[in-house]
Every structure is written in structure tokens, then in C-alpha cells.
């Protein structure tokens, strides 16, 4: 009796850390503040120029954007770096619905996000690359320090 008591208690204080854990995200290895610094659009590559700058600010999972900073929205996002390849999954800040599955790479202080360009299929597929296509949006990033 006390060996299962003591088994149940165990089980029940492990699950309360997962629990824990998963309702307090942990920094991500993208966390932090990221300027765009290339994008590509449906294979076609965009002006980013010198006269704007687009920042995303990325923590605990909630991303705020300013364009020359001007506020231009907020959503979430999860990430899973163990994937390959790794995962990006964004939702609507309020609703918590997602709105975009992407991948992403890391190298040093530069992001590559991918997401698919259809408002259709954004939400429910991700791209299989992150090479330029007619199908895709492409953003590079560079961390600002």
C-alpha cells in the first residue's frame, strides 16, 4: 500500500513538472530581436532597403513586428528544433489559431523562415525546403545584438 501511494505520488509530481514546463516555455534558440534582411516572394526576391527596417522580436513565444518602429502586429509561435526539418508553427495572437506552418534554420545570428505562400494551405502544410519557389515566402533574418 505505501509502495503504491508512494508510486501514484511520484507520478502525479512528474506529470505537475511536464504540465509546468509545457505552460512555460523555455527560451528558444530564436528568441531575441531579428531584422529582416532578405525576402523572397513567390521566387521573386523583394526590395529590403536601407531606408526601412522590419524588426520581429521574438520571446516565449509570442512575436511582435514594427516596421520602422511602427507596431504591425503580434501572434505566437512554437517551434521545434528537433525536427528536421525544424519547425515553426504561428496562431493568432487572441484566437490561438494557427495561421501559418513553416520551417526555419538557424545558423549563428541568421534565421531563414519558410511559409507557403496559398492562404489556403499556409495553415495546414509547410513548405518541404527552404529553397526560393513560386509557392513560397521566404524570410531571412539577422539577430540584432
Request: no cysteine.
Amino acid at each position: 500500500m505505501i509502495r503504491s501511494t508512494l508510486f501514484t505520488t511520484s507520478l502525479a509530481f512528474a506529470i505537475g513538472i511536464v504540465a509546468i514546463q509545457a505552460a512555460d516555455p523555455a527560451k528558444s534558440e530564436i528568441d531575441g530581436s531579428w531584422e529582416i534582411i532578405a525576402l523572397n516572394y513567390g521566387g521573386k526576391e523583394q526590395k529590403v532597403g536601407s531606408k526601412s527596417k522590419t524588426v520581429s522580436v521574438r520571446e516565449n513565444g509570442i512575436q511582435s513586428t514594427s516596421h520602422n518602429g511602427t507596431p504591425r502586429g503580434k501572434n505566437r509561435y512554437t517551434i521545434d528544433p528537433k525536427a528536421t526539418p525544424k519547425t515553426i508553427t504561428f496562431s493568432d495572437f487572441d484566437k490561438n489559431e494557427t495561421t501559418g506552418l513553416g520551417i526555419y534554420e538557424l545558423e549563428g545570428d541568421t534565421l531563414k523562415i519558410a511559409i507557403l505562400t496559398d492562404t489556403t494551405k499556409k495553415a495546414t502544410e509547410r513548405p518541404l525546403d527552404l529553397e526560393p519557389g513560386p509557392d513560397k515566402i521566404i524570410a531571412t533574418y539577422v539577430r540584432q545584438k
